[in-house]
């Protein structure tokens, strides 16, 4: 598990390096105005765009690593989850909605939606902790639509909150996805090993 906390530090240092990059947000960060620049598809989840963002995800990356290693949950699951789902969850809904995205939320409910699966080895509702994520994901669009209506904030919230959900269920797919070709890839290696 020593593993899952060294992985988690070396995103910390990452993350707290390119945010003091001169202007890293202008230009890492997934713009639609940008598609030109190719690197913008990978390097978004890595900026982050204040210092309360920065600390909000190092918090979250922090939390929900304790929780994998109180889970035992296997490391290349775990890094495999937060990474793809930091690269890749929040694509389709930026190629619906055109708006710009970085920072590492997606990546770190993609993690919480691998975690909410994880659960079950210990006959814990997994059910619980979706619904409670998902209604806190959603708590800003919520808080929104009742103080300012269903104007320009709103919909910036409904998009956001969206963006964020994918990366929870990125993740419990992931989880689904890891449970099926784990025992595939394991026969094949225990086969090169045994020289068969």
Same mark, same amino acid.
């Given at each position: 598990?020593?593993?899952?906390?060294?992985?988690?530090?070396?995103?910390?240092?990452?993350?707290?390096?390119?945010?003091? @990059? !001169?202007?890293?947000?202008?230009?890492?960060?997934? %713009? !639609?105005?940008?598609?030109?620049? !190719?690197?913008?598809?990978?390097?978004?989840?890595?900026?982050?765009?204040?210092?309360?963002?920065?600390?909000?995800?190092? @918090?979250?990356?922090?939390?929900?690593?304790?929780?994998?290693?109180?889970?035992?949950?296997?490391?290349?699951?775990?890094?495999?989850?937060?990474?793809?789902?930091?690269?890749?969850?929040?694509? !389709?809904?930026?190629?619906?909605?055109?708006?710009?995205?970085?920072?590492?939320?997606?990546?770190?409910?993609?993690?919480?939606?691998?975690?909410?699966?994880?659960?079950?080895?210990?006959?814990?509702?997994?059910? @619980?902790?979706?619904?409670?994520?998902?209604?806190?994901?959603?708590?800003?669009?919520?808080?929104?639509?009742?103080?300012?209506?269903?104007?320009?904030?709103?919909?910036?919230?409904?998009?956001? %909150?969206?963006?964020?959900?994918?990366?929870?269920?990125?993740?419990?797919?992931?989880?689904?996805?890891?449970?099926?070709?784990?025992?595939?890839?394991?026969?094949?290696?225990?086969?090169?090993?045994?020289?068969?």
């Amino acid at each position: 598990m020593k593993t899952i906390i060294i992985f988690a530090c070396i995103l910390t240092i990452i993350y707290t390096t390119i945010f003091f @990059i !001169p202007q890293s947000t202008e230009k890492l960060s997934l %713009d !639609p105005q940008h598609t030109n620049q !190719p690197w913008r598809y990978i390097t978004y989840q890595f900026a982050h765009l204040n210092t309360t963002h920065l600390i909000q995800n190092i @918090i979250g990356l922090a939390l929900i690593t304790l929780i994998a290693i109180e889970l035992k949950t296997r490391f290349s699951n775990f890094t495999t989850t937060y990474l793809t789902a930091g690269l890749l969850s929040v694509i !389709p809904i930026w190629l619906i909605i055109s708006f710009t995205t970085l920072g590492a939320s997606n990546a770190i409910l993609g993690g919480f939606g691998l975690i909410s699966q994880e659960t079950k080895k210990y006959e814990i509702n997994s059910w @619980i902790i979706i619904t409670t994520i998902s209604a806190l994901i959603f708590l800003q669009t919520i808080t929104t639509y009742f103080t300012n209506g269903t104007g320009k904030e709103f919909t910036q919230a409904i998009t956001q %909150d969206s963006a964020h959900f994918s990366g929870l269920i990125f993740g419990i797919g992931a989880y689904y996805l890891l449970k099926k070709i784990t025992p595939i890839i394991e026969r094949k290696k225990t086969r090169v090993l045994r020289g068969g």
